[in-house]
């Protein structure tokens, strides 16, 4: 069975960078099938889809966040990472990693349970 | 604003038939498939169907997805009351080149 588990800061300050990894257990990251994702929801709001990393390093961010967002892997670990730079109190939200499955689908089969980040000072 | 268009709530009473609708384009829902995903507060989301209609191993039969041109339903039969949470679509976006979320439905059982 596969799961996520994501960890990280859970209050950071305005104009600092998130950061928060993903640990994979019961399967590797090292698998041309999947794309490990990163995935938000400010309270009160909706899913919104941050970025995704291939096994290989290919990364594809959401355009609205592209400028601030870098997905990294490591396979040594089997965790995959997600910094969101110069954040405001708009990037307080549930942060969830995930599991993407095929090429051009949003079809996310395994999910962390997700960590509340908070912006503020 | 979501790129998905859903209904911000939907609601029924035991046993009865809801369905929750899910609007795009030509770009995202008309030639991707469409998944759905249930989820509960302080919970991970699950996926509940996934490519406009199959159901993940473990998911009862009482949820039911299709797809139609641009749009696409997630029905739920026999409605109970574990039933009730948040309910997402998703799909790929050919436009923005990754993948999108509706605003989500909360489904309330009276």
Known sequence: QVQLQESGPGLVKPSETLSLT?????????????????????????LEWIGYIYYSGTTNYNPSLKSRVTISVDTSKNQFSLKLSSVTAADTAVYYCARRSGSFSGLFDYWGQGTLVTVSS | QSVLTQPPSASGTPGQRVTISCSGSSSNIENNPVNWYQHLPGTAPKL?????NQRPSGVPDRFSGSKSGTSASLAISGLQSEDEADYYCAT???????????????????
């Not at chain 1, 993903?22 to 909706?46: D, E, H, L």
């Not at chain 2, 509940?48 to 406009?52: A, D, F, M, P, R």
């Open chain 1, 22 to 46: 993903c640990t994979v257990s019961g399967g590797s990251v090292n698998n041309n099938n999947y794309y490990w994702s990163w995935i938000r929801q400010p309270p009160g709001k909706g």
């Open chain 2, 48 to 52: 509940l169907i996934y490519s406009n």
């Open chain 2, 92 to 110: 790929w976006d050919d436009s923005l080149n990754g993948p999108v979320f509706g605003g989500g439905t909360k489904l309330a059982v009276l």
